[in-house]
């Protein structure tokens, strides 16, 4: 009996011991599971609260006399790019291109005169609403040229474009187009689980990769 005693005696403290464990394992899980949901919160509020103000920026330099002149001024409208730019700095640049894909103005003033492929750019919304295309492997709208020799893209470099469409005084339909840069995004991410042990990427809601806290996630 003594035996018997000791050993079910033995076995009882195995048990507690063992539901202890799996009721801190349970918990430790929950409040991972939490602080997971936090960040990925934290996250996300800067994503979007990023790419809004890109949008809202776009909004209004579409409103811009200057690129709804109906006879446009190439170089006033660079020069109000270009200004438009230094408040974006999550922004590569900043292009004014035609709906047949003729760049009429750029940051990048290499690009102006480019032609480039516009699907590749992504469905646009009608005039006076934005949209978010594709990410697009390259450094600028020279990678999607429809004519010349392709740039050769480092590994890991792309743009995510913001387009806008607009109309000028002459009816003439124009798209505003800002190279939205995802490593503002992926430094963002990196600062925000520096000192954390989880990984993070953001999607769109139809799962295309936007940014990656870890190198060679896009």
Do not use: C, K, W
């Given at each position: 009996?003594v035996?018997?005693?000791?050993?079910?005696?033995?076995?009882?403290?195995?048990?507690?011991?063992?539901?202890l464990?799996?009721?801190d394992?349970?918990?430790?899980i929950?409040?991972?599971?939490?602080?997971?949901?936090?960040?990925?919160?934290?996250?996300?509020?800067?994503a979007?609260r990023?790419?809004?103000?890109?949008?809202?920026?776009?909004?209004?330099?579409s409103?811009?006399p200057?690129l709804?002149?109906s006879?446009?001024?190439?170089?006033?409208?660079?020069?109000?790019?270009?200004?438009?730019?230094?408040?974006?700095?999550?922004?590569?640049?900043?292009?004014?291109?035609?709906?047949?894909?003729?760049?009429?103005a750029s940051?990048?003033?290499?690009?102006a005169?480019?032609r480039?492929h516009?699907d590749?750019?992504?469905?646009?919304?009608?005039?006076?609403?934005?949209s978010?295309?594709?990410?697009?492997?390259g450094?600028?709208?020279g990678?999607i040229r429809?004519?010349?020799?392709?740039?050769?893209?480092p590994?890991?470099?792309?743009f995510?474009?913001?387009?806008?469409?607009?109309?000028?005084?002459a009816?003439?339909?124009l798209?505003?187009?800002?190279l939205?840069?995802?490593d503002?995004?992926?430094?963002?991410q990196?600062?925000?689980l520096?000192?954390?042990?989880?990984?993070?990427?953001?999607?769109?809601?139809?799962?295309?990769?936007?940014?990656?806290?870890?190198?060679?996630?896009i």
């Amino acid at each position: 009996m003594v035996l018997v005693g000791g050993a079910l005696a033995a076995l009882g403290a195995l048990l507690a011991v063992v539901l202890l464990a799996v009721s801190d394992f349970r918990s430790t899980i929950a409040a991972d599971q939490t602080h997971a949901a936090l960040l990925a919160r934290v996250l996300e509020d800067q994503a979007t609260r990023t790419l809004e103000s890109g949008e809202m920026a776009l909004d209004a330099l579409s409103a811009s006399p200057v690129l709804r002149a109906s006879a446009p001024d190439a170089e006033r409208m660079q020069a109000a790019l270009n200004q438009a730019l230094l408040g974006l700095p999550f922004l590569r640049a900043i292009a004014v291109v035609d709906v047949h894909g003729n760049v009429v103005a750029s940051t990048n003033g290499s690009e102006a005169g480019m032609r480039i492929h516009m699907d590749q750019l992504g469905p646009r919304g009608p005039v006076g609403r934005s949209s978010i295309g594709p990410l697009i492997m390259g450094r600028g709208l020279g990678a999607i040229r429809a004519a010349g020799a392709a740039q050769e893209v480092p590994q890991g470099l792309a743009f995510l474009p913001l387009l806008q469409s607009f109309v000028t005084e002459a009816g003439r339909p124009l798209v505003l187009v800002g190279l939205a840069n995802p490593d503002a995004f992926s430094n963002f991410q990196y600062l925000t689980l520096e000192t954390e042990s989880y990984d993070s990427v953001i999607t769109t809601y139809r799962g295309g990769v936007l940014a990656g806290g870890d190198d060679g996630v896009i």
